[in-house]
């Protein structure tokens, strides 16, 4: 790599981290863990059958604005869109602990990521553009365990660990991978009133390792999802979303103090769930008041079947 290659990547690095534009956090703008993954029956696990349950969720995300820590648009062009495809194994048991049901579960996931970002610096304009379509990092969940604490009420908690598995590279725009660990307890619930009328909330929270690659760690991120809707047979129709909030800051040399992200997201969501057929749920969010990072929209399919 050429001496002024290599100055234009560490500018534009540098501006997607914060340090010159300072609109991000979290290292090049990118959350932990995936948004938008519970919404309704979040509190409830799959039946324990002989074989598991298998899904497939995808998501699609795209945002062409950067905000700033006043939730001012950063003067850049910025796009960025990814599609996420996960494959997913979960396995809940008949074994007994702590009262509850059993289980654990991994999700294999696979990013097509197009970024494009253009800064006018002293030297002139620098444009840079990845597309990369790799394996994601992997998640596996050891820990799972559900309580039925009355007829209409469902709590279960899992313990993750995302691993740095994913395909990465630190000289590009974007990558798939994170290079970090990160370990993440929750918390989900699911109330249905007589009526049919559901609450359902997912809480977690996020723990980083840091970047040994650049030295970056992630402050604690936590996450709240959630969805309220009315059962029509086996429909559930209503809205769902989500609040992300960086606990604390970044970590990195050089790095000032207070760019912690947040955005909050909603919009309708759609659940189907019948016993022998695949449960289906679908939901098209739209991003607000988004605080050191992107802001956009996001759209996500998820089905899974009992074996």
């Known amino acids: 790599m050429n001496h002024k290659k290599k100055n234009a990547q560490t500018l534009v690095f540098a501006?997607?981290?914060?340090?010159?534009?300072?609109?991000?956090?979290?290292?090049?703008?990118?959350?932990?863990?995936?948004?938008?993954?519970?919404?309704?029956?979040?509190?409830?696990?799959?039946?324990?059958?002989?074989?598991g349950t298998v899904g497939l969720r995808t998501n699609?995300?795209?945002?062409?604005?950067?905000?700033?820590?006043?939730?001012?648009?950063?003067?850049?062009?910025?796009?960025?869109?990814?599609?996420?495809?996960?494959?997913?194994?979960?396995?809940?048991?008949?074994?007994?602990?702590?009262g509850a049901r059993y289980g654990f579960s991994t999700v294999v996931p696979f990013f097509k990521m197009d970024a494009e970002v253009g800064i006018d610096t002293p030297a002139g304009r620098l444009e840079l553009a990845a597309d990369p379509f790799r394996l994601a990092d992997i998640q596996v969940t050891p820990l799972i365990l559900e309580w039925k604490l009355a007829p209409n009420l469902f709590v279960n908690t899992q313990f993750q660990i995302q691993a740095p598995t994913g395909d990465y590279d630190r000289n590009r725009l974007v990558s798939p991978g994170l290079n970090h660990w990160t370990f993440s307890p929750m918390v989900n619930a699911t109330w249905i009133s007589e009526t049919g009328f559901e609450v359902s909330s997912s809480f977690q929270v996020d723990f980083n390792t840091r970047n040994d690659a650049t030295d970056y760690k992630n402050g604690t991120e936590y996450r709240h999802e959630f969805a309220v809707g009315q059962h029509f047979g086996p429909w559930t129709a209503g809205i769902g979303g989500y609040y992300y909030r960086q606990f604390s800051d970044d970590d990195a040399p050089n790095l000032t103090t207070g760019n912690r992200a947040r955005v909050l997201a909603v919009g309708p969501a759609l659940g189907f769930v019948q016993p022998g057929l695949p449960a289906v749920w679908l939901h098209a969010y739209k991003e607000f008041e988004a605080r050191n990072r992107a802001e956009g929209y996001a759209v996500a399919l998820r089905v899974g079947v009992s074996f």
């Open 15 to 51: 501006g997607l981290m914060g340090l010159a534009g300072g609109a991000l956090a979290t290292e090049n703008g990118a959350p932990t863990t995936a948004f938008g993954v519970y919404d309704f029956g979040a509190g409830m696990m799959p039946p324990t059958t002989p074989n």
């Open 60 to 98: 699609w995300y795209k945002a062409t604005v950067q905000k700033d820590r006043r939730g001012d648009d950063v003067p850049n062009d910025f796009s960025l869109s990814v599609l996420s495809l996960g494959l997913a194994y979960i396995r809940m048991t008949d074994y007994n602990l702590f």
